[in-house]
């Protein structure tokens, strides 16, 4: 695969930039056109296509729950979760798997990509133009050479209580 550079914005953020190489890392995943980031410390495995049961009265998002290594782990579906149209084709995408409060995760994507390290100079708020429910989600953005990295915030991502609130 092709390594991806970061763009480091050319307004203020020069003077900012750490020649120290301070990088950020992470997984980076693929939901239609999309790239996400997943920080690489809160992933503990990346997942293939698994069969998964369904989950009775679970939110939509919640696509069921799968066994790995005798855990249980709760599938959710992130198209989902960031209001994405279901999938047009039938491939089976994959699952970046999280530890959240002790708990295991699997974020179904359609496709995940490599590890990437960006400069934390390159760190940038999300943009007004971001759609609102990803803002939600978001802890920022990169802009990459030929694409905008949208950094997922693994704990907002997982907190169905707002969802709750906002179906109530």
């Known amino acids: 695969m092709s390594m991806t550079k970061a763009l480091v914005p050319s307004h203020d953020r020069m003077n900012a930039l750490d020649l120290g190489g301070s990088a950020k890392d992470f997984v980076t ?5 999309q790239l996400f980031g997943i920080p690489v410390l809160t992933v503990q495995d990346v ?3 698994q069969r998964i049961t369904r989950i009775p009265l679970a939110p939509p998002e919640v696509a069921g729950s799968l066994n790995l290594r005798g855990r249980i782990v709760t599938a ?10 279901d999938r047009e084709d039938k491939n089976p995408g994959m699952s970046i798997v999280v530890d959240q409060g002790g ?3 699997s974020l179904m994507v359609d ?3 490599e590890v990437l390290s960006v400069p934390q100079s390159a760190f940038e708020q999300n943009p007004a133009t971001l759609d609102p429910r990803w803002r939600e989600f978001s802890d920022g953005i990169f802009r990459l050479e030929k694409t905008l990295l949208v950094i997922l ?7 169905f209580t707002s969802s709750v609130k906002q179906a109530g």
Do not use: C
């Not at 959710?76 to 149209?85: A, E, F």
């Not at 915030?153 to 907190?159: E, P, S, Y």
């Open 103 to 105: 708990e295991l995760y």
């Open 76 to 85: 959710i579906d992130v198209r989902k979760r960031l209001g994405l149209r």
């Open 111 to 113: 496709q995940v990509g």
């Open 153 to 159: 915030d693994v704990n907002r991502l997982l907190d």
């Open 47 to 49: 997942l293939g296509p």
């Open 29 to 33: 995943a693929s939901i239609g056109k």
